[in-house]
C-alpha cells in the first residue's frame, strides 16, 4: 500500500502546547516514515522556544527551494540530555547539526548566571560567522537577521563572540554591517575598536579601513590606539607615519600633541625611534614637541640597545632647553643594565651608579620604576640578595614597591629555592594591597619555577593557594599532572586530572615520561660471605704458589712463519 501522499505542518505555539514532554517538529513528512522516527526518538536536550524557531525557519527556507526536500528533528525534553538532530533518509537533503551545545537559554526567560547565557549567545553568534559561506546560499546579513533578531547586543558580548571566532575572517565584516543596521544598538568608539582589534590581529588592513571611514562619526581615542598599535605590532612602520598625516581628512581623528603622543608611544615602545624621531621633527611645525615627547623618544632608542643615540639625543634636549625626566633615566638605567648583562655582568652594579649618581645631580627623583629596573636585573644574574636589600632600602627614597616589585622577586626568591621567604613575600604582597596582581598567570609562573628546580611538594602547596584565589586552567593542571608523573606519583596526577574535569577545565589526556632519576631499582639481595673451609683454603693456597712458580719459568720464543 503506497504512502498517503500529503504533507502538513504544525505551528510553533500548537506544538508546544500540545507536547509538555516531548515535542516531535516535522517538515516536508509523510506517514510510511513514522515508525522509523520513532526508533530515532531517544536521548536529547530541551530546547526553547527561541531555538526552536531559529531551526524552523532554516527547515522552511530550506525546504523552499526544493519540492522534494525533508527535515525532520525529534528530540525530547529532559534536564540532562544531550541534542540530538536526525535527518530523514531522503537522497536529495542532508543536515548538519552544529557543532556547539544549544541546551541554554538565549535571553527570552530570566537567568540567574548571566556570563554563562553571554557565553552561549557568543557561541551561537560565532558559529554563524565560522559556517562555510559556500554552504549557506544567504548572506552572512541575513542570516544574522534572521536567527538573532530578538538579540539585544553589548559590548561584552561583542569581544565574546570576536575572541571566539579568530577564524571567522571577512565574516566578520558582514557583523559589524548587521549591528550598524540593528535598530537595538549603536556603534561606539568602544565596539569600534573590538573590530580594528579583531582585523589588525589578522593584519586585514583593507577591512580596518573600511571599518574606519564607515565609522568616522563615532570613532576615538580607543580607535585611534587600536589601529596605530595593530599597524606597529604588524611592522609597518612607514604606514604609520602616513597614517598620521592623513587621519585627520580620511577618519575623522584630531591631529594634536595628545595623538602625536600615543603614536610616538607605539612606536618607541617596539623600537622604531627612528621613525618616531623623523616624524616628530617633521610636525614640530605644526604639533611642537614637549618634554615627554622627548622622553618617548629617549625611551624608544634605548628599547633599541642604542645607548650612543638615547645619549646624543638627550644632549640635544639641553641645548633646546628641555630637561630629562625620571621615564628617560628610568630608560637609559635599564638600557645600561642590559648591555652590561650581555657584556660583563660583573660591572651591572658600577655602571648603575654612575646613572643614579647623574640622577641625583640634574635633581631628577628617583620613583618606583627606578627599583624596579634595578631590582629586576639583579634578579636576572641571580643576585638576588643584593635585590633584596635594595628592596628594603626602598623607603630611604619615599618609593613603596608596588606588584611588579613583588612579583619579580617571589619569582627571583623561588629560583633561588628560596621558597620560604618567596611564600613571605607573597603574604607581604597581599597585606600591602596587590593580592589583585595574584591572578592566573603569576601563578602559573610560579608554579612552573618550583617544578623547575624539582620542588613539586611546594608547587602544590602553591596550587592549592591559586585555588582558593582564581580557578586554575589548562596549562596548570597540564604542568602539575606531567611532572607528577614524572616523578612516578600517578595517582596524585590522575586525582589532579578527576579535579579538572570536575571544574569544567577540559584537561586533554595524554602521556607522560617517567624521569629515569625517580624509577624505583629492584633491591638486589647481597650474597653473604661464607667462611672458607681448610681444604679450600690450602687449594687456593696451592694455585696461587704453582702461580707464583711459573711466572719465573722463560717461556719459548715463538718461530716466525
Known amino acids: 500500500m503506497g504512502p498517503i501522499g500529503f504533507s502538513w505542518f504544525l505551528p510553533l505555539s500548537l506544538l508546544l502546547r500540545c507536547f509538555s514532554s516531548r515535542v516531535l517538529i516535522i517538515a516536508g513528512f509523510s506517514f510510511y516514515r513514522l515508525p522509523s522516527l520513532l526508533k530515532m526518538w531517544r536521548s536529547s536536550t530541551p530546547l526553547t522556544s527561541l531555538q526552536l524557531r531559529r531551526f524552523l525557519l532554516r527547515c522552511f527556507s530550506s525546504s523552499s527551494s526544493s519540492s522534494s526536500s525533508s527535515l525532520v528533528l525529534s528530540y525530547c525534553l529532559r534536564p540532562t540530555s544531550y541534542l540530538d538532530l536526525y535527518s530523514l533518509s531522503s537522497p536529495q537533503r542532508h543536515f548538519t547539526p552544529p557543532s556547539f551545545p544549544l541546551s541554554r537559554l538565549f535571553s527570552s526567560q530570566p537567568n540567574d548566571n548571566t556570563d554563562d547565557d553571554l557565553f552561549q549567545i557568543a557561541e551561537s553568534l560565532s558559529f554563524e560567522l565560522l559556517t562555510d559561506t559556500d554552504s549557506e546560499p544567504l548572506p552572512i546579513i541575513q542570516r544574522l537577521q534572521r536567527s538573532f533578531s530578538h538579540i539585544t547586543p553589548s559590548p561584552p558580548l561583542i569581544l565574546q563572540t570576536l575572541n571566539i571566532s579568530p577564524d571567522a575572517g571577512r565574516s566578520v565584516l558582514g557583523f559589524y554591517k548587521w549591528l550598524s543596521s540593528n535598530p537595538k544598538f549603536?556603534?561606539?568608539?568602544?565596539?569600534?575598536?573590538?573590530?580594528?582589534?579583531?582585523?589588525?590581529?589578522?593584519?586585514?588592513?583593507?577591512?580596518?579601513?573600511?571599518?574606519?571611514?564607515?565609522?568616522?562619526?563615532?570613532?576615538?581615542?580607543?580607535?585611534?590606539?587600536?589601529?596605530?598599535?595593530?599597524?606597529?605590532?604588524?611592522?609597518?612602520?612607514?604606514?604609520?607615519?602616513?597614517?598620521?598625516?592623513?587621519?585627520?581628512?580620511?577618519?575623522?581623528?584630531?591631529?594634536?600633541?595628545?595623538?602625536?603622543?600615543?603614536?610616538?608611544?607605539?612606536?618607541?615602545?617596539?623600537?622604531?625611534?627612528?621613525?618616531?624621531?623623523?616624524?616628530?621633527?617633521?610636525?614640530?611645525?605644526?604639533?611642537?614637541?614637549?618634554?615627554?615627547?622627548?622622553?618617548?623618544?629617549?625611551?624608544?632608542?634605548?628599547?633599541?640597545?642604542?645607548?650612543?643615540?638615547?645619549?646624543?639625543?638627550?644632549?640635544e634636549m639641553y641645548r633646546g632647553g628641555f630637561g630629562i625626566g625620571t621615564l628617560a633615566y628610568n630608560s637609559i638605567l635599564d638600557c645600561v643594565c642590559k648591555l652590561c648583562r650581555k657584556k660583563d655582568p660583573f660591572r651591572l652594579e658600577s655602571e648603575a651608579e654612575k646613572i643614579l649618581v647623574d640622577m641625583d645631580v640634574?635633581?631628577?627623583?628617583?620613583?618606583?620604576?627606578?627599583?624596579?629596573?634595578?631590582?629586576?636585573?639583579?634578579?636576572?644574574?641571580?643576585?638576588?640578595?643584593?635585590?633584596?636589600?635594595?628592596?628594603?632600602?626602598?623607603?630611604?627614597?619615599?618609593?613603596?614597591?608596588?606588584?611588579?616589585?613583588?612579583?619579580?622577586?617571589?619569582?627571583?626568591?623561588?629560583?633561588?629555592?628560596?621558597?620560604?621567604?618567596?611564600?613571605?613575600?607573597?603574604?607581604?604582597?597581599?597585606?600591602?594591597?596587590?593580592?589583585?596582581?595574584?591572578?592566573?598567570?603569576?601563578?602559573?609562573?610560579?608554579?612552573?619555577?618550583l617544578c623547575g628546580i624539582e620542588r613539586i611538594d611546594h608547587a602544590m602547596t602553591v596550587f592549592a593557594k591559586m585555588e582558593d584565589e582564581c580557578k586554575p586552567g589548562i596549562k596548570t593542571y597540564d604542568l602539575l599532572m606531567g611532572k607528577l608523573c614524572a616523578h612516578g606519583r600517578i595517582d596524585k596526577a590522575n586525582a589532579l586530572s578527576s579535579e579538572a574535569v570536575d571544574r569544567g577545565v577540559r584537561v586533554e589526556p595524554k602521556s607522560y615520561k617517567l624521569d629515569p632519576r625517580y624509577v624505583k631499582k629492584p633491591t638486589v639481595a647481597k650474597k653473604e660471605k661464607k667462611r672458607e673451609t681448610f681444604p679450600e683454603k690450602m687449594a687456593r693456597k696451592r694455585s696461587r704458589l704453582k702461580k707464583i712458580r711459573l711466572s719465573f719459568v722463560k717461556k719459548p720464543k715463538r718461530r716466525a712463519i
Open 186 to 315: 549603536a556603534h561606539s568608539d568602544e565596539t569600534l575598536s573590538f573590530f580594528v582589534d579583531y582585523f589588525g590581529r589578522r593584519k586585514d588592513f583593507k577591512a580596518t579601513h573600511e571599518v574606519l571611514v564607515d565609522g568616522r562619526d563615532f570613532a576615538g581615542a580607543k580607535t585611534l590606539e587600536s589601529a596605530v598599535d595593530r599597524l606597529v605590532r604588524a611592522g609597518r612602520v612607514t604606514q604609520v607615519v602616513s597614517f598620521f598625516d592623513r587621519m585627520e581628512v580620511d577618519y575623522g581623528f584630531r591631529r594634536d600633541r595628545e595623538s602625536l603622543t600615543m603614536v610616538v608611544s607605539k612606536l618607541c615602545e617596539n623600537g622604531f625611534a627612528s621613525h618616531a624621531e623623523k616624524m616628530v621633527k617633521n610636525v614640530a611645525n605644526e604639533i611642537f614637541p614637549n618634554e615627554t615627547i622627548c622622553d618617548l623618544l629617549i625611551k624608544g632608542w634605548c628599547v633599541d640597545g642604542k645607548l650612543d643615540e638615547a645619549k646624543r639625543l638627550a644632549e
Open 362 to 449: 640634574a635633581g631628577v627623583p628617583r620613583n618606583v620604576e627606578t627599583f624596579n629596573v634595578l631590582i629586576t636585573n639583579l634578579c636576572k644574574i641571580r643576585k638576588t640578595e643584593d635585590a633584596m636589600k635594595l628592596f628594603y632600602r626602598m623607603g630611604e627614597w619615599g618609593c613603596y614597591p608596588n606588584e611588579t616589585t613583588f612579583l619579580v622577586l617571589t619569582r627571583s626568591l623561588y629560583q633561588a629555592a628560596r621558597v620560604g621567604e618567596g611564600d613571605e613575600m607573597i603574604d607581604r604582597m597581599k597585606s600591602a594591597g596587590f593580592g589583585d596582581a595574584l591572578d592566573k598567570k603569576a601563578y602559573y609562573g610560579f608554579i612552573k619555577i
